[in-house]
């Protein structure tokens, strides 16, 4: 009777456990969850280091669209509010020198986007332009009485012909449209409306705008004032054959008063993103020396103000360095680098030495895990950044070089704190090529259980000069709450492991990088809870590109998803938006020039091996890898009679997962096609 009693409790308490369990067992991260996420770009702290002003990023589920608005707060985090009541999309604040105003640029329906200013104390806003065209590149004068920045002038389209008069009231065809320039379409915005970029000042208290710049040359970049507000400094190509020479850029200063320009390096190479230093008397820049290969490390160089005395700093890093800023004192400055798939923040002297001051950056390409982020730093060097983990997106951080990081806005708490988020580990692994070290991650469902055996799903990253990290990643999450083990590497030709590592792929693409993620396959199936007969494959653009390969050199996957790939480089390479930039750094000569070559890397010389179920996806309105490549592998598997399926997302530009919808669709379709054929 006892030893009943006894049993009775037990299985009563056990109940009341499993109970209390099921209530308490958050949900996995879903799909319509992708609308609630918010995230921080373009953090800018002002100069006293007292307040904080942001891009609050965000999902329109209404209008399916990405919004932006400034947020502003205190430090502390006391104080934090909405900049404006607008509700419209906000951006590229910069503050005063004085820090008591914030430019910003805004968009709305019946002004466009322009440029407008923020009294902080006075809690007042004005816009003070009427342009054409958008602005961009905003940059406040040292005394702040004026503000620089990069606009469009339209130039005419050229014709040929012109049409004969129409009868009144008739309804005829549009004209064509004559393009004759050598960049005349982009990825993400479709046809490029003829004229140049030119930079213009404005009176910050609001006035005309005045170009500084002429000629028929790009002027892109974001302008840095000299230390006497008589000059900009800025990063462009104005070399007579620029059009073909795109490659290159030059550091050029150019006078406020007369438009003057004076050319401040001379070489075969990009430089970029000019740092004036606290006296004026420096300029620190970032470029290299262009050996035409497939990938180069990006240094960081200083010469004199008049562009005397130029020399390399040696930071001895081996990593591309992007986005320097002078410490207040001139004694040294501070960089943006990735490191074996982890962004970073640096300081460094002028010597050369090195420190790391943070890391973690990121967390603003929302959808895969790839690099980002920005900082700024007040004159007291407080550093604000862009935060992000494997388990949340960007956030608002604050460090300094003595101080450890503070994560200081939590935007996401409401919703993933309520989220039980696949488990991210990093994995490292030899490569059967040449006994290198690959790195790679894996995504583990929510519910992982290392006694059950799991379908391994293999997301390949794009570039394939990029890489992936441990980043916030809302489609891996799907992909892991789906019951998938995610596992995504860095193969060689992967950045942040160096040049030489990055290099690999230099006339060999796709190469050996191809036997780096079997590697991986076959180090995750090691672990033990990979089911060895149940393996998925996708990627997209350079990663579709790897899928396809994958798929066509074994059969080992029981699915695969070919997501906007290059499937024929003579193809891709003439027609894309980037058609002219390919030659030589990838193969050599142009397609007709090496047919054999071109042809032996492009995966459709392996379609006749597919026996794989093939999705394959494209946004319709892709003009980096455009919708006819995919359209070659579906059709040649067609007529192969093979398992597959084409999926053509509407309007979609290369990124695909510009709209939140598109992020959504896209993993969905994978994630079906994949389930049509797990156990």
């Not at 902080?120 to 958008?134: C, F, G, M, P, W």
């Not at 003057?260 to 075969?268: F, I, K, S």
């Not at 519910?447 to 489609?475: C, M």
């Amino acid at each position: 009777m006892i030893k009943n009693i006894l049993l009775l409790t037990c299985a009563i308490t056990l109940s009341l456990f499993h109970l209390t369990l099921a209530q308490t067992t958050k949900p996995a991260f879903s799909r319509m969850d992708v609308f609630e996420l918010e995230w921080v770009t373009s953090p800018q702290i002002s100069p006293d280091g007292s307040m904080i002003v942001y891009e609050r990023r965000g999902m329109d589920i209404m209008k399916d669209r990405k919004t932006s608005n400034l947020w502003l707060m205190s430090v502390d985090g006391q104080s934090h509010y909405k900049l404006t009541s607008r509700e419209v999309n906000e951006s590229s604040p910069r503050w005063s020198p004085d820090g008591g105003r914030i430019a910003f640029v805004s968009s709305s329906e019946d002004h466009g986007s322009e440029i407008y200013v923020y009294w902080v104390e006075n809690d007042k806003i004005a816009r003070l332009t009427q342009t054409e065209r958008s602005p961009s590149g905003l940059s406040w004068s040292p005394d702040g009485r004026q503000l620089a920045f990069s606009m469009l002038v339209p130039e005419k389209a050229p014709t040929l012909v012109s049409p004969p008069p129409k009868p009144k009231g008739a309804e005829w065809a549009a004209h064509p449209r004559v393009t004759t320039r050598l960049k005349h379409e982009s990825d993400g915005s479709g046809y490029i409306e003829p004229g140049y970029r030119q930079y213009f000042v404005l009176p910050a208290d609001g006035g005309t705008a005045r170009q500084v710049t002429q000629g028929e040359f790009q002027h892109r970049s974001r302008p840095v004032w000299t230390k006497d507000g008589q000059a900009l400094i800025f990063s462009s190509n104005r070399n007579d054959n620029w059009e073909y020479d795109f490659r290159n850029s030059e550091i050029y200063r150019v006078s406020i008063a007369d438009g003057q320009v004076t050319t401040l390096t001379d070489r075969n190479g990009p430089d970029r993103e000019p740092a004036i230093s606290p006296d004026g008397k420096q300029i620190l820049y970032i470029g290299f020396d262009d050996k035409v290969q497939t990938y180069q490390v990006s240094n960081v160089y200083i010469m004199n103000a008049d562009g005397s005395n130029k020399k390399q700093i040696p930071l001895k890093l081996d990593r591309s360095v992007s986005s320097p800023v002078w410490a207040a004192d001139g004694k040294g400055f501070y960089f943006q680098y990735d490191d074996k798939g982890n962004t970073k923040i640096g300081y460094a002297t002028l010597n050369g030495k090195s420190e790391v001051v943070t890391g973690n950056l990121g967390g603003t390409a929302i959808g895969r895990p790839y690099g980002g982020g920005s900082y700024s730093i007040s004159n007291n060097g407080t550093i604000v950044f862009t935060h992000t983990t494997p388990y949340h997106p960007s956030e608002l951080a604050m460090v300094t070089r003595v101080k450890e990081d503070k994560q200081i806005t939590h935007l996401n708490q409401d919703l993933l704190d309520y989220r039980q988020l696949g488990e991210v580990e990093e994995i490292w692994y030899k490569s059967s090529v040449d006994d290198r070290d690959v790195q790679g991650w894996m995504v583990k469902p929510p519910t992982f259980d290392p006694n059950k055996k799991y379908p391994l799903l293999v997301e390949n990253h794009g570039g394939p000069i990029s890489n992936y990290g441990d980043r916030f990643s809302p489609e891996l999450q799907l992909m892991a709450a789906d019951g998938y083990v995610v596992f995504y590497p860095n193969p060689r030709g992967s950045t942040s492991y160096g040049e030489e590592f990055g290099n690999l792929l230099y006339h060999n693409y796709p190469g050996d990088d191809y036997q780096d993620v079997m590697d991986g396959v076959d180090a995750m199936i090691e672990q033990g809870f990979i089911a060895e007969d149940s393996l998925f494959v996708t990627g997209g653009s350079a990663g579709g590109i790897m899928t396809a390969w994958i798929i066509g050199k074994n059969n080992r996957f029981r699915a695969a998803a070919v997501v906007k790939p290059v499937m024929n480089w003579i193809s891709k390479t003439l027609t894309a938006d980037n058609y002219y930039g390919y030659a030589n750094s990838r193969y050599p000569g142009q397609p007709w020039e090496n047919i054999e070559t071109y042809m032996k890397f492009s995966p459709v010389s392996l379609v006749g091996n597919i026996e794989t179920p093939t999705l394959v996806m494209v946004g319709t309105a892709d003009l980096r890898t455009p919708l006819s490549e995919a359209k070659q592998l579906y059709h040649a598997l067609k007529i192969r009679q093979k398992e597959t399926a084409l999926v053509e997302i509407p309007g979609a530009y290369h990124l695909i997962v510009n709209r939140p919808s598109q992020l959504i669709t896209k993993v969905d379709h994978i994630l079906a096609w994949f389930d049509k054929y797990r156990d």
